[in-house]
């Protein structure tokens, strides 16, 4: 086995939404360049998802080099948003968080009602620097979080996923399978690993940028949608209950926090600190 690469570079610029793959991105102390800046909320001002919308895996966000979005829809025109100023601050569920952030113009909430038939406003992390803090039983003081699940970036690797199509293809639904590793939508893929190899790391370097690995990722129904076709199935939730269970988590890749700032590059050397 050689020794650990990264393999690709993931953004969603719109949380939820579809993804925006690169060579390289720049990594902030709360998450990628870009990643998840964007949220859509309901009438009542929580998140919207693909667990509750399955239809926005189609729909593609573009950042562009200000921080605006260009948006598209199948059948719908496309539209470019700006972000928005600090005159319109409003308050967010998002989980279990209350975050402040800053309302797109409403012509953004206009469209995406149309596109998903149902109300929908969109809404911009203004300050991710003071906004939002990851959960204080897996961090240090001051480490802060865009608007991801929990953590400012997930790692998947390309040999665990070999082996959860393996156990698919052995289990009750094998047409399902192999599954591609956009249904995990992680941020870092590495390669050149032994499989579940990941779950004994606990500090890494990607390049130059230095991570702890803090957590596993417990695995929800975004994960069973098709993100081609906003189809939805029972894998990979099926296997990773029969064989990566803990608790009532479904794991599958591990949570990052950056220890530092730089920029991680694909085919950047994956160091294994700890």
């Known amino acids: 086995m050689s020794n650990p690469v990264l393999r690709s570079v993931h953004r969603y610029p719109v949380k939820s939404l579809g993804v925006q793959t690169s060579d390289e991105a720049a990594v902030e102390p709360w998450g990628l360049d870009g990643d998840r800046r964007w949220m859509l909320v309901d009438k009542a001002a929580r998140v919207i998802t693909q667990r509750q919308q399955p239809f926005m895996?189609?729909?593609?966000?573009?950042?562009?080099?200000?921080?605006?979005?260009?948006?598209?829809?199948p059948d719908h025109p496309p539209l470019r948003v700006a972000v928005p100023g600090p005159e319109r601050l409003v308050e967010v569920e998002l989980h279990?968080?209350?975050?402040?952030?800053a309302e797109a113009a409403a012509e953004a909430h206009d469209w995406f009602g149309e596109v998903l038939g149902t109300e929908a406003r969109l809404v911009h992390l203004d300050d991710p620097a003071r906004r939002r803090a990851v959960d204080p039983q897996y961090a240090r003081p001051g480490d802060m979080v865009s608007f991801a699940d929990?953590?400012?970036?997930?790692?998947?690797t390309t040999a665990s996923l070999d082996a959860l199509n393996d156990l698919i293809?052995?289990?009750?639904?094998?047409?399902e399978g192999p599954l591609p590793m956009d249904r995990f939508r992680p941020n870092v893929v590495i390669g050149s690993t032994e499989a579940w190899a990941e779950d004994g790391w606990r500090r890494i370097a990607i390049g130059e940028v230095r991570f702890?690995?803090?957590k596993p990722c417990g695995r929800c129904v975004i994960t069973t949608t098709d993100q081609r076709t906003a189809e939805r199935g029972r894998e990979p939730l099926l296997t990773l209950a029969r064989h990566r269970r803990v608790g009532n988590q479904l794991l599958f890749g591990q949570n990052l926090i950056p220890d530092g700032t730089g920029v991680i590059r694909v085919g950047d050397p994956v160091t294994i600190l700890d």
């Open 96 to 101: 279990r968080d209350t975050v402040t952030v």
């Open 212 to 214: 702890s690995v803090v």
């Open 150 to 156: 929990g953590y400012p970036l997930l790692l998947t």
């Open 169 to 175: 293809a052995a289990g009750d639904r094998p047409h």
């Open 57 to 73: 895996a189609r729909i593609s966000a573009v950042l562009l080099a200000d921080g605006a979005i260009a948006l598209s829809a």
